[in-house]
Nanobody
Framework: QVQLVESGGGLVQAGGSLRLSCAAS????????MGWFRQAPGKEREFVTA????????YYADSVKGRFTISRDYAKNTMYLQMNSLKPEDAAVYYC??????????????????WGQGTQVTVSS
């Protein structure tokens, strides 16, 4: 059973930084992709970024490119999202997700089979 557990959310001022973590367990993920999504109140869940577990290739939404960095620790089965230069519009519940397919550019939430419980990120202006 695949389990994803996020941590690291919180309150930060605009311009500040946060690092989210997602601990994955339940199987080996060598051929999988993992990603981060976010959902603000009243809005649909949107893609943020994804990473290929095997080779570390990444893909970002335009809205976060240059500010957010996704990475993974292969040995620890943990994924990270470093968020810098945070803006009020980045505030949302952030979810990590996993998919057994490795199509980084397919950004629909429906492409992902497993989800964490979410962690709240609040950005004050």
């Amino acid at each position: 059973q695949v389990q994803l557990v996020e941590s690291g959310g919180g309150l930060v001022q605009a311009g500040g930084s946060l690092r989210l973590s997602c601990a994955a367990s339940g199987r080996t993920f060598s051929t999988w992709r993992m990603g981060w999504f976010r959902q603000a109140p009243g809005k649909e869940r949107e893609f943020v970024t994804a990473i290929s577990w095997s080779n570390g290739n990444t893909y970002y939404a335009d809205s976060v490119k240059g500010r957010f960095t996704i990475s993974r620790d292969y040995a620890k089965n943990t994924m990270y999202l470093q968020m810098n230069s945070l803006k009020p519009e980045d505030a949302a519940v952030y979810y990590c997700a996993a998919s057994p397919t490795n199509y980084l550019y397919r950004v629909s939430a429906a492409e992902y089979d497993y989800w964490g419980q979410g962690t709240q990120v609040t950005v004050s202006s």
